[in-house]
């Protein structure tokens, strides 16, 4: 095991210093784009950002939202929130789309279209719909209301940018999208939201820095990590849960589902990732995790400090069975519900890795991320993967073209009707 | 197959006319509590309604408001709204129970206490929270604003409503917790939002006459689910891929989630459900689906027919290649996105089930409910699980009271604590 995680974290240094395709995630925590901060100042003048995007375009966004901004920002009053209102267009729902053009006023709202290849459908489909809607509110050139973050070159959007002349910043070519949530792709929503854009920079680097000095799997906690990973799939456990107690991570799961499954799962090989959030899915997923079958990894992922409120003393007689709470904080309980579930899942004989965090806050989440990151990249390095790349989704999208007309991919449509119609369809009408 | 599956059907009805404990929920859709309507009427007067509950005394009401509700419903004006602001407190963390307090006036907030047992620890927690800033707000006693939802004579909340004389409703002593979304567990939130509860249990009771009338495997498409699930779990694909095509029903996944881990996951049994959003998650999660291991059982979730939303014609030179979108639905791309990667997972020798649901209103997604905890049930009855019961949650309450300093669990806290001194514990700190 030591040999192959060494080959992967040698790997990795090597594209990172060759700066080769892929790697360029390495860097972004030290090296933010010109015109950052004044852009964020721009979109802070608006009563709200649409982020549009999807997958890496979108999830980073949300989960730096989650983690680091009030729970319900939007609800606020402008004056509490500081910024705009804040939006994510990230599937091709209708309902969803449609939603968000409710809560805006067109002319009073920026777009920030993200997508690498500039080209992305569901990405695109969105853009039209809002562009559309701004047109419609006599809004003659975008270039007042849409930013673009995509490749420096080619794709659409880039001539888009290059045609209405609107702002644009570029995710570099050596950055995938899953692994772009430290470059414009997230850092612009995050700063429009008062995020302090720059600890999560130097949070990033940090880690960065405090990695590269590790030594010997033992010590190095995202050797460790990948080692765990890789050994449990090998033992046949191949389901990874990601569980942190706070609240504030649920998104951080979403963020690191997409990660670790698109960069891992590939040539037979990949455990699932899990979102669980603690102590909410003791209520909902436990009884699986410790009575069904042992085909599970659990992260526990538990801040080691955080900011408590006190449970009173019960003020009614009925009460008094939770004396036991009085005095007591509600945080220090998450903690110790915790400790009492991965006790419980040893003692099912079931892995459990315990990684803590220290606060959240800006800079420790920028440290999350990069550390995720690493782990991630160690593995599929160390594994013979090539945890940038993600081949699997290609044939979905050329059916898609197909059966949506799109000229050139004609024998696709064909072909996924075929496959379709041996699909064993069910009818949960009445 | 037919033989088990046969098994499973027969004691659920036996149970169903017994009214066996556990079995409740098959007579739910038929038997709406007295003073409901007048309840929710009373609910809808106030500013907000705060559910405090957790797994099935929360799941489901977030359910039906992500699914029936505006998505950005508590961001709307009291008019555009029709009802009060909807939040829930279901976990123990000091962030997510004081981000509530930021929003609500206690003494124009109406809280919806939940608990079955009425003692479970951080429903029970968060309710001293409230309760405390209900009091101190002036408030002194709290039944013009507490409503509790719990067994007709066990436990601290029902003691707490004779004692305080505020308004009950009882969860029926034959209903389990993730069973209990068409009691008022469920219902009295999803009233106070504006959603026809009528219309959700006579959904629910036309899906339940529908499936008394089917006969044999093959017609019945509950039966068809509950086979493949075991025959797929059988065949080494312990996981069951939850696939919606609708934003819209993000949530109906993670209630689905509990329902079919909490039911099934006993004995080393249990295939693990895995929320995925479509076409969202063919940005994320795809890649692993179509490349990594055969360990997965895919369902796919879509609906006949939605409100769509046009792709006008792209009105900018550089965004010709989009013309291929001009004049077609956003929901119409959705549609073909689904069909494209199940397509694709098919040609990857993929099991994909594809289960048609009508239109997303109330009554279609109270037959949605009663079909999934009709499947859920009989696979369980089939194989001869007790799919109501849920032993393997209570290990870690105990040490959870012990380490709580609860009289009557030291031994728990010490067991608990050397149990957790075996785990890898590893620091992403810096």
């Not at 980073?60 to 004056?79: D, Q, V, W």
Request: hydrophobic share 40%; charged share 20%.
């Amino acid at each position: 095991m030591e040999g192959i995680l060494n080959r992967g974290s040698e790997r990795l240094l090597e594209g990172a210093r060759n700066k080769d395709v892929g790697f360029g995630w390495f860097d972004l925590p030290d090296s933010p784009p010109e015109r950052l901060f004044e852009t964020v100042e721009w979109l802070r003048g608006f009563d709200s950002v649409v982020q549009i995007g999807i997958g890496g375009s979108a999830l980073g966004n949300r989960m730096i939202s989650s983690a680091l901004c009030h729970p319900f920002y939007n609800e606020l009053t402008r004056k509490e929130r500081g910024g705009p209102r804040f939006y994510i267009a990230d599937n091709a729902d209708p309902e969803g789309t449609s939603a968000i053009l409710d809560m805006i006023d067109p002319t009073r709202t920026a777009y920030v279209v993200a997508s690498k290849s500039g080209s992305t459908a569901e990405t695109m489909a969105n853009f039209l719909v809002f562009l559309d809607s701004l047109a419609g509110s006599g809004v003659k050139s975008p270039g007042g209301n849409v930013l673009v973050v995509t490749d420096k070159e080619k794709g659409s959007l880039r001539s888009f940018a290059e045609e209405t002349g609107c702002r644009s910043f570029q995710v570099p070519s050596t950055v995938g999208g899953r692994y772009s949530v430290l470059s414009p792709v997230g850092l612009l929503s995050a700063g429009a939201q008062g995020v302090d854009i720059n600890s999560l920079l130097l949070g990033a680097s940090a880690m960065k820095s405090s990695l590269s000095k590790k030594k010997g799997i033992s010590g190095d906690p995202a050797m460790v990590m990948a080692a765990s990973a890789i050994h449990h799939f090998r033992k046949g456990r191949n389901i990874i849960t990601f569980m942190p107690y706070s609240g504030n991570l649920d998104s951080f799961s979403e963020w690191f589902c997409q990660l670790w499954a698109e960069s891992l799962g590939k040539n037979g090989w990949g455990s699932t990732p899990l979102k669980a959030i603690g102590a909410t899915d003791q209520h909902s997923q436990l009884q699986l995790f410790a009575e069904g079958p042992d085909d599970k990894l659990f992260l526990f992922i538990v801040p080691t400090s955080r900011r408590d409120l006190l449970m009173p003393a019960p003020s009614w007689s009925s009460l008094d069975d939770l004396s036991y709470l009085e005095g007591k904080g509600l945080g220090s309980m998450l903690d110790l519900e915790a400790l009492s579930t991965a006790a419980a899942l040893v003692k099912k004989c079931r892995p459990v890795l315990w990684l803590e965090i220290p606060v959240l806050d800006a800079f420790h989440l920028g440290a999350m991320v990069f550390f995720f990151e690493y782990v991630t990249a160690v593995t599929g390095l160390a594994l013979d993967a090539d945890p940038f790349d993600q081949p699997g989704v290609e044939q979905g999208k050329r059916y898609t073209y197909g059966l949506m007309g799109r000229s050139g991919f004609e024998s696709d449509a064909a072909e996924a009707r075929e496959h379709f119609s041996s699909i064993l369809g069910i009818s949960a009408c009445l």
